[in-house]
């Protein structure tokens, strides 16, 4: 994952859904930006530790002994097992049950349309520590995921996540 050019689309599509959606409720619109927002600070995050807190001689600032320790717990997303095993994970999964808490009920009860009961099924696997209940199926054109119950989840890319995102927002115009 390129992250400047995925923040890059995380952006335009904040400013989409803030300024030009098709999302008919304005509390509904402004929750759903939120939640990207959120994301994106996650990313943001990655971002500035990665090209900035590296790159840094902490030693020339006045900071505190607090502080300090924030400064090092920043620190943390640099490692990359932890990035890939922790943090990344940690992100998906906020930004699918976040996107799923702020979807009204609804949109929710529509058993016949197999995208939400699969987003459902998914956002069920993120709250069962990323264990698969229910089958999951998605088919983003060219990209495909189907993974069966008691699996982990392990295909939610963040380019995935996205296309999860724009799917949902179709589903609430």
């Known amino acids: 994952m390129n992250l400047v050019e995925h923040l890059t689309k995380l952006n335009k599509l904040i400013n989409e859904v803030s300024n030009t959606s098709s999302i008919q409720d304005v509390n509904v619109r ?11 600070l996650g990313l943001n995050q990655l971002f500035i530790t990665q090209k900035i807190l590296k790159n840094i001689n902490f030693g020339q600032f006045i900071i505190s002994g607090d502080e300090v320790d924030h400064i ?6 640099l490692d990359e097992k932890y990035r890939e095993d922790v943090y990344m994970p940690a992100l998906k999964s906020n930004l699918i049950i976040d996107l ?33 209940k229910d089958e999951i199926k998605f088919d983003f054109d060219n990209v495909i995921i189907n993974q069966k119950p008691g699996e982990e989840i392990n295909s939610i890319t963040s380019d995935i996540a996205l296309m999860l995102f724009k799917k949902i927002i179709e589903k609430l115009n």
């Open 30 to 40: 402004a929750r759903v930006a939120n939640v990207l927002r959120i994301y994106y």
């Open 100 to 132: 799923w808490s702020v979807v009204p009920q609804e949109i929710k009860d529509k058993q016949e349309d197999s995208f939400i009961v699969n987003y459902n099924n998914l956002v069920t696997a993120c709250l069962n520590n990323g264990k698969i």
């Open 72 to 77: 090092r717990n920043a620190g943390w997303i």
